[in-house]
Nanobody, 126 residues
Framework: QVHLVESGGGSVQPGGSLRLSCKASGYTGSNNYTAWFRQAPGKTREGVAVIHTNGERTNYADSVKGRFTISQDNAQNTVYLQMNSLKPEDAAMYYC???????????????????WGQGTQVTVSS
């Protein structure tokens, strides 16, 4: 059974940084994507960043390019999202998701992702 557990959320001031972690268990294979999505109250879910199992393919939403970095530690089965220069509009519940190595998954189509974590809250305010 696949489990994804997020951690690292919290409250920061604008301009601050956070690092989210997604610990996976029970998920195997060499051609998969792990992604971060977010959803703020009253807004649709948004794909933020994605990384392939091989670590060589990543993709980001335009809204976070240059500020967020996705990485992984395969030995620890953990994917990270380093978030810098946080803005109030980054505030949301952040979810980790895992899915197959398809082009739709690379382009952060939520429907491609089979497994989801429970989420971790990020608050950005002064």
């Amino acid at each position: 059974q696949v489990h994804l557990v997020e951690s690292g959320g919290g409250s920061v001031q604008p301009g601050g940084s956070l690092r989210l972690s997604c610990k996976a268990s029970g998920y195997t294979g060499s051609n998969n994507y792990t992604a971060w999505f977010r959803q703020a109250p009253g807004k649709t879910r948004e794909g933020v960043a994605v990384i392939h199992t091989n670590g060589e393919r990543t993709n980001y939403a335009d809204s976070v390019k240059g500020r967020f970095t996705i990485s992984q530690d395969n030995a620890q089965n953990t994917v990270y999202l380093q978030m810098n220069s946080l803005k109030p509009e980054d505030a949301a519940m952040y979810y980790c998701a895992a899915g197959p190595g398809t082009w739709l998954a690379f382009f952060l189509a939520a429907a491609e992702y089979n497994y989801w974590g429970q989420g971790t809250q990020v608050t950005v305010s002064s």
